[in-house]
C-alpha cells in the first residue's frame, strides 16, 4: 500500500508544478465525455435516416462508425494518458510502470469491449447499417455481459 501512497502522492506533486499540462488534459476528456451523449444521438440519427432506401449512403455509415469509434474510445484514452503520466514522471518506481502497463492493458480490452458493444446496440450500426440479424447480436452481447 505504500507504494501505492507513494504514487499517487508523485501524481499529485507532478499536478501542482505541471498545472497547466494536467488542466488540458482534464479539458480535453471533459469535453470528449460531454460528446458522448451527443455522439450517440448521431449514431441513432443516421441509423435513422438508413431505414430507408433514399435517404440510404454510405457516408452516413461511416459517419456513424466514426462516431462509434471515438465514442468507444473516450475511457479508455483516458487510462492510456494515466498510464502514459505514471511512466513519464520523473524517478517513476517498478510499481508506477507496472501499475501504467496494467493501465494500456485495461485501456486495450476496454476499447475492443466498448466498440463491440457500440456496434451491438439496438437500432445501431450493426443493427441497421450492416444489417446484422437481431439473433447475432443477441448472441455476442449476452457473452460480453
Not at 78 to 94: C, D, H, I, K
Request: hydrophobic share 55%; with cysteine.
Amino acid at each position: 500500500m505504500s507504494q501505492l501512497a507513494s504514487t499517487v502522492g508523485r501524481v499529485v506533486q507532478d499536478v501542482r508544478t505541471d498545472k497547466l499540462r494536467w488542466l488540458a488534459v482534464l479539458m480535453f476528456f471533459v469535453l470528449m465525455f460531454g460528446l458522448h451523449p451527443r455522439l450517440l444521438r448521431l449514431v441513432d440519427a443516421e441509423s435513422a435516416a438508413t431505414t430507408k432506401v433514399r435517404t440510404d449512403n454510405f457516408l452516413r455509415t461511416v459517419k456513424s462508425l466514426v462516431a462509434v469509434v471515438i465514442a468507444a474510445a473516450i475511457l479508455p484514452c483516458a487510462l492510456l494518458v494515466l498510464g502514459w503520466q505514471l511512466r513519464q514522471e520523473p524517478g517513476a518506481t517498478p510499481f508506477a510502470h507496472a501499475l501504467s502497463a496494467g493501465l494500456y492493458a485495461v485501456a486495450y480490452l476496454l476499447f475492443g469491449y466498448r466498440l463491440i458493444v457500440q456496434l451491438m446496440r439496438d437500432h445501431g450500426i450493426g443493427a441497421v447499417q450492416f444489417r446484422w440479424q437481431a439473433r447475432v447480436r443477441w448472441v455476442i452481447s449476452r457473452h460480453l455481459r
